[in-house]
């Protein structure tokens, strides 16, 4: 009997981030601007990285790859926000969401990882400088770089196998502009509490797990610069900072969005835009703007580039 009048929802409706007119073009604008400074700040990036063999180093290596996370991150949801501003048509398939989800908690949890990877490689600089080129040889860094994508793939997988076999019979309203889990979960046709506590403890283990792992390598580096010559503590914090300032932009809003057990949804949607919007363009903004090496490479590729304009 339960079969029968069980009728399947096929589509989600975004609510967005407000109901006023005013506000949605100012998100408009707001969300184009930023996302073309995205694409442009991390492309730009990748291709210095890519381009420039003084830059061909473990932890140039590293940070290319943040950038090409950061920019598969954004655009997995920033375009489909920005089509729903200007068309009003706020829908999205069930399986549209359910990859959007998957595909989320693949990006996030690699990133979270390839956090913890970029800071092994500066304890490894800073700490053991001497045997740095042999410790992150070519062959580990793909090996830490694989190990953060397949961590990733299992914790979606694992994540999303939580879900994909829930039934919704309505509402089929999501109060976001992406497809996120703790709201996905809400909106299923059962008692939805141990379900929500299973995907806390799965994102718990590898928000917490990760950001701890950071905190920790950060205590243990400025220990033990800080023995060795107290002189150097102030060049270790200004390496550092960079990186400590990602992972607080990074970790804050993951954390809050799924370990927080009394969510508000004005401030949830804060933190979305903070987490797929300002956080990639602040990355790159971040670590080119304090690297003499990174902004002399540029400034190399664009005389480049105005070269190889003007001859063509």
Not at 49 to 72: E, R, T, V
Request: charged residues 10%.
């Amino acid at each position: 009997m339960n079969e029968i009048n069980y009728t399947k929802v096929s589509e989600f409706v975004f609510l967005g981030l407000s109901k006023s007119k005013e506000i949605q073009h100012f998100f408009l604008a707001f969300s184009v601007v930023l996302y073309v400074a995205i694409v442009l700040g991390n492309t730009l990036v990748v291709f210095t990285l890519a381009l420039d063999p003084h830059l061909h180093s473990p932890m140039y290596f590293l940070l290319g790859n943040l950038s090409f996370i950061d920019l598969c991150f954004s655009t997995l949801t920033v375009p489909k926000m920005i089509s729903d501003l200007s068309s009003g048509h706020n829908t999205i398939s069930f399986h549209g969401c359910v990859f959007q989800i998957f595909v989320i908690h693949v990006l996030g949890a690699s990133e979270m990882v390839l956090l913890v990877v970029m800071a092994w490689d500066r304890y490894v600089a800073i700490c053991k400088p001497l045997h740095y080129l042999t410790i992150m040889n070519p062959r580990i860094c793909i090996l830490l770089l694989s190990g953060a994508w397949i961590i990733a793939f299992l914790h979606s997988v694992i994540q999303l196998g939580f879900v994909v076999h829930l039934r919704f019979c309505g509402p089929n309203e999501i109060d976001s502009f992406y497809c996120d889990l703790p709201r996905f979960i809400k909106l299923a046709c059962m008692d939805n509490y141990r379900m929500e506590f299973m995907v806390a403890a799965n994102s718990g283990i590898i928000s917490i797990g990760t950001f701890f792992l950071l905190i920790i390598s950060y205590i243990v580096i400025l220990l033990t610069v800080r023995k060795h010559s107290s002189g150097d503590l102030s060049k270790a914090l200004s390496t550092l900072s960079a990186h400590i300032s990602v992972v607080v932009l990074f970790f804050g809003p993951c954390i809050f969005v799924y370990m927080w057990p009394f969510p508000t949804v004005p401030v949830d949607k804060f933190l979305a835009i903070l987490d797929f919007m300002i956080t990639p363009i602040l990355n790159p903004a971040i670590y080119t703007l304090r690297n003499k090496d990174m902004k002399v490479a540029m400034r190399k590729l664009s005389v480049q580039l105005l070269h190889f304009r003007k001859m063509s």
